[in-house]
């Protein structure tokens, strides 16, 4: 075996065909023969074990089947960095911490589990879309009727004028259960989600948890479709594949952002004195995207303090500034200028609008950190605050933006598998570094014998001008 990957619940395992180990391995033992290692792994027939020495055999015709389910998986490497050695020259080492032991999972092997068969789905179509109504009837039909399940939809899709007047929507209209944004919660009460539209489904979906997430499943039946991987076509087995287990998961995570007010007191002698103010006391917002903190209707440019974990970074003069998770790189941010990022890199992305500054390049921060983001005390304006493009506010002198990387990410389902999803959003959504090729020169043996006579004549005629001289 040249290369394989092995990963458990705590720690991921490489080998390679030199007798090193690179991973795991303390220095002093690295010339030591290597021992058969085995642990158990989740890919293995009834949690089986797996050895160094194991061949393809071990992988039985259920895993084969699995694997033709969901693309590329199993993968033969993580996606997770190698874990750097511990000690540096003849003396240095890092110091032992507790704070270092931690478990971190490979993306490669985020696989969907059910602890027990899902019985509810939320069903969120785009609105405004004629073309969407008549998947919409066809999923909703189909999940009550062959499936068994409890589906959930907005109560206004209840009320749409072209769904009142299909025959058959009409026969399981009375079947659907109803909620209401901002009244009702969902939370417990959903296992699955489905998505039909564009990537503005996704993002609503997330908006509706903020906390614990369901699995999601897009389908794409908008305009762009980068967060939406599944095409409408064959449903049916798509879906029973999902339901069954059989889909890889992209954790998308999301920022935690909290709107901090200025002192209590000031508010306080505002109402005393019958002055009401119109902003929330507090906001507190999960987001998917990104957060957007710019001038508004200002025509100064906006001064924005930015701070990472107490301490002042730089203070940002220009239109404003983007907060993004590497899902929202590919959103506003690229749009900007920003990298984009694969969603399950660790990251947030700090990213400026039309900055008055030829050095202000956007820049990717770990994602333990905690950003906040302040109006300078000397700007000539306020700056206005919104999240994943709603719930926008204004934010005063005073007032800050605390923002960090939440516990709670959107897990969502993948048709492929991470890398290959992702890549093909790229090229079909964006059409990243779509050109015409380059034309190759014919073959150099062939050109230099079909212009040697040329070569030659050109020869002697240098050699008469030498002799001439």
């Known amino acids: 075996m040249n290369r394989n990957m092995i990963s458990s619940d705590l720690k991921v395992y490489y080998w390679y065909k030199s007798n090193e180990s690179l991973i795991l391995r303390p220095p002093q033992d690295r010339g030591r023969q290597r021992e058969k290692v085995k642990i158990r792994d989740s890919r293995t027939p009834s949690g089986g074990t797996v050895s160094e020495d194991s061949d393809s055999g071990v992988f039985n015709s259920q895993i084969r089947d699995k694997r033709r389910r969901s693309g590329t998986w199993p993968r033969t490497r993580s996606l ?41 789905v939320l069903v969120i179509k785009k609105v405004r879309d004629a073309a969407v109504l008549q998947p919409f009837i066809q999923l909703v039909k189909w999940l009550i009727q062959e499936k068994h399940m409890v589906v959930f939809v907005e109560s206004s899709v209840l009320e749409e004028p072209l769904l009142k007047g299909h025959g058959a929507f009409l026969s399981i209209r009375d079947k659907l259960m109803s909620f209401k944004e901002g009244k009702d919660d969902l939370t417990d009460k959903i296992d699955f989600i489905a998505c039909l539209g564009g990537d503005g489904t996704l ?7 903020q906390q614990s997430v369901p699995p999601v499943m897009a389908f794409h039946l908008g305009s762009l479709g980068f967060l939406t991987p599944f095409e409408f076509d064959n449903f049916q087995d798509q879906v029973t594949n999902v339901l069954e287990g059989h889909a890889a998961l992209t954790l998308r995570s999301r920022l935690r952002c909290i709107i901090i007010r200025r002192d209590k007191e000031i508010k306080d002698a505002n109402e005393n004195n019958g002055m009401k103010s119109r902003r929330p006391n507090s906001t507190n917002l999960l987001v998917l995207n990104e957060v957007v903190i710019d001038r508004g209707p200002s025509p100064y440019l906006s001064n924005i303090d930015l701070f990472l974990d107490g301490r002042h970074i730089t203070s940002v003069q220009g239109d404003g500034l983007i907060v993004s998770t590497p899902t929202g790189s590919t959103a506003y941010a690229v749009a900007a200028g920003a990298s984009m ?40 304006n306020t700056a206005w605050v919104s999240f994943d493009g709603r719930n926008r506010q204004e934010l005063c002198h005073g007032d800050s933006l605390r923002v960090t990387t939440s516990i709670y990410p959107v897990p969502s389902i993948c048709s492929q598998d991470q890398i290959a999803d992702w890549f093909d959003s790229l090229a079909e959504c964006l059409h990243w570094n779509v050109r015409k090729k380059q034309k190759h020169l014919d073959d150099y043996s062939s050109y230099t014998s079909s212009h040697s006579s040329s070569n030659d004549t050109l020869d002697s005629i240098d050699r008469v001008d030498n002799l001439d001289t």
């Open 80 to 120: 997770n960095a190698p874990s750097p050695i511990q000690q540096f020259g003849p003396c240095g080492r890092i110091m032992k911490n507790s704070a270092m032991v931690m478990t971190i999972q490979d993306p490669a092997s985020q696989r969907l589990t059910w602890y027990k068969p899902p019985l509810t």
């Open 203 to 209: 993002l609503y979906a997330s908006s509706l948890f």
């Open 341 to 380: 990022i694969h969603p399950s890199v660790p990251a947030i992305m700090v990213t400026p609008i039309c900055p008055h500054s030829l050095s202000f390049r956007p820049i990717v921060v770990p994602a333990g950190v905690e950003l906040k983001i302040s109006v300078s005390p000397d700007s000539r």
